[in-house]
């Protein structure tokens, strides 16, 4: 049996055990992709982060579900890289580089309100049509149609993961969404293995601009997401993109996680480029401890 460490951090929150957590593995290298699942999959979170060194970069990230490899995870990446900075583990500049399964993203360290803040460039969004069954969308999520907000598209979004972007009325559906993600794969005609972001521009919080929950696709091996941190991304790149058009920029908080006790803020940049979007997200963590794995090697 091998044992390994593993440090437990919860991203988008200063509280231990709201937000979004994530296993953070430091020295991966020697480990196996078999036993990076394998670790993820007993840590049980949605991600786990393995942290590599990199020939491209400071520091490589590989993102496992319980499931699967992600190729980027922004809760995740916020988790590492407020594990490595506090740990003395990265070089002492305001900006650094991780190598991804996306490409190589720079990591912008803040220090805002006396707390460590990390500020993430996600890849350039796209986006593609949802042409599947909207009674079926919204009964699998145990939702009506006439619960969304069909003067806004339904769309898939993507700045690293693949995600539909679901427009719901208001705040008194989220509370009834009760997720069946065995059928999502059927749903998902276009992109089966993509997950459900059902997201309302009413707010708990008058601080916040969109309200979200995030439904796992079932390869993950997880059911729902507290805080996503890449999909608040593609939310920001979606009302650029739909509901403002003409707007060069655009900041807001996505708040996200209320529903499971989880409560989290993620801060959301989006900038017109040319013919491209700058995304970026921002976000801190907490650690809130340290625990042992075993498997087998």
Same mark, same amino acid.
């Given at each position: 049996?091998? $044992?390994?460490?593993?440090?437990?951090?919860?991203?988008?929150?200063?509280?231990?055990?709201? +937000?979004?957590?994530?296993?953070?593995?430091?020295?991966?290298?020697?480990?196996?992709?078999?036993?990076?699942? %394998?670790?993820?999959?007993?840590?049980?979170?949605?991600?786990?982060?393995?942290?590599?060194?990199?020939?491209?970069?400071?520091?490589?990230?590989?993102?496992?579900?319980? +499931?699967?490899?992600?190729?980027?995870?922004?809760?995740? #990446?916020? %988790?590492?890289?407020?594990?490595?900075? #506090?740990?003395?583990?990265?070089?002492?500049?305001?900006?650094?580089?991780?190598?991804?399964?996306?490409?190589?993203?720079?990591?912008?360290?803040?220090?805002?309100?006396?707390?460590?803040?990390?500020?993430?460039?996600?890849?350039?969004?796209?986006?593609? &049509?949802?042409?599947?069954?909207?009674?079926?969308?919204?009964?699998?999520?145990?939702?009506?149609?006439?619960?969304?907000?069909?003067?806004?598209?339904?769309?898939?979004?993507? #700045?690293?993961?693949?995600?539909?972007?679901?427009?719901?009325?208001?705040?008194?559906?989220?509370?009834?969404?009760?997720?069946?993600?065995?059928?999502?794969?059927?749903?998902?005609?276009?992109? &089966?293995?993509?997950?459900?972001?059902?997201?309302?521009?009413?707010?708990?919080?008058?601080?916040?601009? $969109?309200?979200?929950?995030?439904?796992?696709?079932?390869?993950?091996?997880?059911?729902?997401?507290?805080?996503?941190?890449? %999909?608040?991304?593609?939310?920001? %790149?979606?009302?650029?993109?739909?509901?403002?058009?003409?707007?060069?920029?655009?900041?807001?908080?996505?708040?996200?996680?209320?529903?499971?006790?989880?409560?989290?803020?993620?801060?959301?940049?989006?900038?017109?480029?040319?013919?491209? $979007?700058?995304?970026?997200?921002?976000? #801190?963590?907490?650690?809130?401890?340290?625990?042992?794995?075993?498997?087998?090697?």
């Amino acid at each position: 049996m091998k $044992m390994v460490p593993v440090l437990h951090y919860d991203a988008f929150s200063v509280q231990p055990n709201k +937000g979004n957590p994530a296993g953070v593995v430091l020295h991966a290298d020697t480990l196996t992709e078999e036993e990076m699942l %394998a670790i993820a999959r007993k840590v049980g979170f949605n991600e786990t982060t393995f942290i590599l060194k990199s020939e491209k970069a400071d520091i490589r990230l590989r993102y496992y579900t319980p +499931g699967h490899e992600m190729n980027l995870c922004g809760h995740a #990446t916020m %988790a590492s890289m407020y594990a490595l900075r #506090t740990k003395g583990l990265l070089p002492e500049k305001e900006t650094v580089w991780i190598e991804t399964n996306v490409g190589v993203l720079p990591i912008e360290f803040l220090h805002e309100q006396d707390r460590l803040t990390m500020k993430m460039k996600q890849d350039h969004p796209q986006f593609i &049509p949802f042409e599947g069954d909207v009674d079926q969308l919204a009964a699998s999520i145990n939702l009506k149609r006439e619960d969304l907000d069909l003067s806004m598209p339904i769309v898939y979004g993507s #700045t690293g993961i693949w995600t539909l972007l679901v427009p719901v009325k208001g705040l008194s559906g989220f509370d009834r969404m009760v997720p069946n993600n065995a059928l999502f794969p059927d749903i998902l005609t276009e992109n &089966p293995k993509a997950s459900l972001h059902p997201f309302c521009m009413e707010t708990m919080d008058d601080s916040s601009f $969109m309200h979200a929950r995030h439904f796992s696709s079932p390869y993950s091996g997880t059911v729902e997401d507290p805080v996503t941190g890449t %999909a608040s991304g593609v939310m920001g %790149a979606y009302y650029l993109t739909y509901l403002n058009t003409e707007l060069p920029s655009a900041q807001f908080i996505v708040e996200q996680g209320q529903e499971m006790g989880k409560d989290g803020r993620v801060h959301v940049q989006v900038n017109r480029n040319q013919d491209k $979007m700058d995304v970026y997200i921002s976000g #801190t963590a907490v650690f809130v401890r340290e625990f042992d794995v075993h498997i087998d090697g």
